[in-house]
């Protein structure tokens, strides 16, 4: 039997919308183990918790101050480890963040290297450098807008690729190197079965910090020859963690969260002494059309397979527009999303279901500016809107705000319009999109043909996806805008669900997908 990181299907906890134990609005780690049997009813493998750590909160966690307790927001570290205890109970896996990239400007060896001189041991943990005369350093952005570059009272500048509260480690720094490793060790040892690597492309930059030049972005997946993303060193960084990972019994596993735009170099992260998987956001960012599609499962499943990596599979996570919106809004974009999660179900690999998919969940474009956190949203004077129609609670039950999310109002408010997608308005209803994942996840474990194996594509009409994966499974979808058979060599073989119903004869309607089986 292969690792069970080859081909779980992991969902993705964004702990402050999840559920909220104690009514402060925010929720909790509490609120997370309350909520555990939905989790393993909902049939997925693992959980992966957004950061949770004592924090300011200047980009919702992931501006760490202490990176081995919990946010008295979250919970408590007896929490955390109760929480663990009960998952494994309940057969599910838990990946934690990790944020290695920065801190947060409160983190105590940040602080110290305020109060110590340029050119002290506490500021070379960090990338204090002078300016160019009244300048910064270089012309390095923030990938949250505006510079990336904040200066310190006695005229030095540091860096900080995201908000100025995240100032970024100095990766050659050996203490740097020491503290993740025992940061890992200290989770690992507590029985947590991986992590997710925030900013994994980030950790290494041109040691000349030479100027971005034209047409190199800090935002958006990075492209070769880019001084701060995706260079060759920081893949020494991941050599060293997989051997602290292999040192642990039971599969602890490495999901890296890397934007690089060519799959081949997302390939590089994920040979066999590095990390064990990433997020696929070359499928992510595919829009919703059969060719792109195609191209985007073909490129991936070569660059994975030359490694002898497992592809992976995500449509939505906290930092992306809901691909219910994505792909149109409305009910053009929930019936994609529908078809969209028995594509993504059905491919090789592994997939990644963030909490709220599973109902159905628009993106909330109408959240009041005085509401918003994310700090895009002030970085970039409005001009983003940011990220936080990604992240508004969940709709647990009920009729009216919160909808079972807490006692308390909630920290972002809900559309009206959630009322019809709370998960006990959705349970018991076969049409709804829970029971969708539901089923879908159920066959999945069911069925041999759906772990590991590979797929075969079958011959169809421009705008149809089909393909077959042994033994006897068959999986299409019609992306296009007119009904469409399914291909010849599907025809003998059982209906085993699909998105939304079919024609009489058989024919996919437009934007629907279909699993069958021999
Ligand atoms: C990653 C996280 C994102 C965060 C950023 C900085 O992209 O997913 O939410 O803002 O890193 O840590």
Redesign the pocket.
């Known amino acids: 039997m292969s690792p069970w990181w080859r081909h779980a299907v992991i969902y993705q906890v964004y702990v402050r919308s999840f559920a909220d134990s104690d009514g402060d609005g925010i929720g909790d780690l509490a609120g997370v183990r309350s909520r555990l049997p939905y989790l393993r009813d909902l049939g997925v493998d693992a959980l992966w918790l957004n950061p949770f750590y004592p924090s300011p909160q200047a980009?919702?966690g992931?501006d760490v101050a202490d990176y081995r307790d919990v946010d008295p927001r979250f919970g408590t570290l007896a929490e955390a480890e109760a929480l663990i205890a009960d998952a494994h109970a309940y057969g599910l896996r838990l990946i934690f963040d990790l944020?290695p990239?920065?801190t947060s400007d409160e983190h105590p060896w940040f602080r110290a290297a305020l109060a110590a001189p340029p050119g002290s041991r506490e500021r070379a943990r960090y990338l204090f450098r002078d300016g160019r005369g009244s300048l910064p350093p270089n012309n390095w952005a923030s990938?949250f807008g505006g510079r990336a570059w904040s200066q310190v009272a006695d005229g030095q500048w540091y860096l900080h690729l995201?908000a100025p509260q995240?100032p970024d480690l100095d990766w050659t720094n050996d203490e740097v190197r020491a503290e993740f490793r025992s940061i890992l060790r200290f989770w690992f040892d507590r029985g947590v079965d991986g992590f997710r690597i925030?900013?994994a492309h980030g950790l290494a930059k041109d040691p000349a910090m030479t100027d971005l030049g034209a047409g190199q972005a800090t935002s958006g997946p990075a492209v070769e020859g880019h001084p701060h993303w995706d260079l060759d060193e920081v893949h020494d960084v991941y050599r060293d963690w997989r051997r602290i990972s292999d040192g642990y019994p039971g599969d602890r596993t490495f999901v890296g969260?890397v934007w690089v735009a060519d799959p081949a170099r997302l390939a590089r992260y994920l040979r066999p002494d590095e990390l064990h998987t990433a997020f696929n956001f070359t499928f992510l960012l595919a829009p919703w059309n059969a060719k792109a599609l195609r191209e985007a499962i073909d490129e991936s499943i070569r660059a994975m397979t030359a490694v002898g990596a497992p592809a992976t599979w995500v449509l939505s996570?906290?930092?992306v527009v809901r691909h219910v919106t994505r792909y149109g809004g409305g009910a053009t974009g929930a019936r994609r999303a529908r078809a969209a999660a028995l594509l993504m179900l059905s491919l090789p690999g592994g997939a990644y279901v963030y909490q709220g998919e599973e109902l159905g969940l628009p993106e909330v474009t109408d959240l009041p500016a005085e509401l918003r956190q994310d700090p895009t949203f002030f970085r970039t004077q409005g001009a983003d809107p940011g990220?936080d129609g990604c992240r508004v609670p969940l709709p647990w039950s009920g009729t009216a705000p919160p909808y079972g999310f807490g006692p308390g109002k909630a920290w972002l408010p809900q559309p009206p319009s959630w009322s019809e997608l709370t998960v006990d308005r959705q349970t018991g209803d076969p049409a709804s999109m829970v029971s969708l994942y539901r089923e879908a996840l159920r066959h999945r474990a069911a069925l041999p043909a759906l772990t590991e194996g590979p797929m075969t594509w079958l011959p169809t009409a421009a705008d149809v996806l089909a393909f077959e994966r042994a033994p006897g499974f068959f999986c299409v979808v019609n992306a296009g805008e007119h009904p469409a058979a399914p291909p010849a060599a599907v025809r003998g073989a059982r209906l085993l669900l699909a998105s939304d119903p079919l024609g009489s004869d058989g024919t996919l309607p437009p934007d629907t997908a279909a699993w069958y089986l021999e």
Do not use: K, L
């Open positions: 980009d919702a992931y944020v990239n920065h990938a995201f995240q925030d900013v969260e996570n906290h930092d990220r």
